[in-house]
């Protein structure tokens, strides 16, 4: 069973593009769920592998937003570039088709968005109350 990936009160940074774009990667996370759960399990859904493709480019659309809002800031900006870095390596390299059931991708991008979503959220909204981002 795939998993599902809901907004919660919580997610929100009160900064609308990152608010939008963090939605959206759950979003594309739910149409992959959509589509492995449409799957008869003889023949996967020929839509999976755009889908998939979708959600990497909007992480790394994501990525460089949170990237341009962090210019000015050093060490956070470091840290963004390590965790863009381990994405890219990640579905890149290691969690392909090739290497695990569409399922098992659907399953670990899932908790992979909702895991950079719920786990930014605080530090996010602690950054820009703080004034540090740009006008």
């Known amino acids: 069973m795939p998993n599902r990936a809901a907004w919660e009160p919580d997610h929100q940074v009160g900064h609308t593009t990152i608010d939008t774009q ?23 859904h020929p839509s999976f592998d755009a889908a998939f493709e979708r959600l990497k ?50 399953r670990f991008l899932t908790l992979w968005c909702v895991g950079h979503v719920a786990g930014s959220a605080p530090g996010w909204r602690a950054w820009l109350a703080s004034g540090n981002a740009p006008a």
């Open 22 to 44: 963090h939605q959206g990667l759950l979003d594309q996370c739910n149409v992959l769920a959509d589509l492995c759960a449409a799957d008869d399990g003889a023949h996967w």
């Open 57 to 106: 480019a909007l992480a790394r659309e994501h990525f460089e937003t949170e990237a341009t809002l962090l210019a000015g800031d050093a060490q956070r900006l470091e840290d963004h570039r390590s965790e863009c870095e381990e994405f890219d390596y990640l579905v890149g390299e290691i969690v392909t088709a090739d290497n695990f059931s569409r399922l098992e991708l659907q």
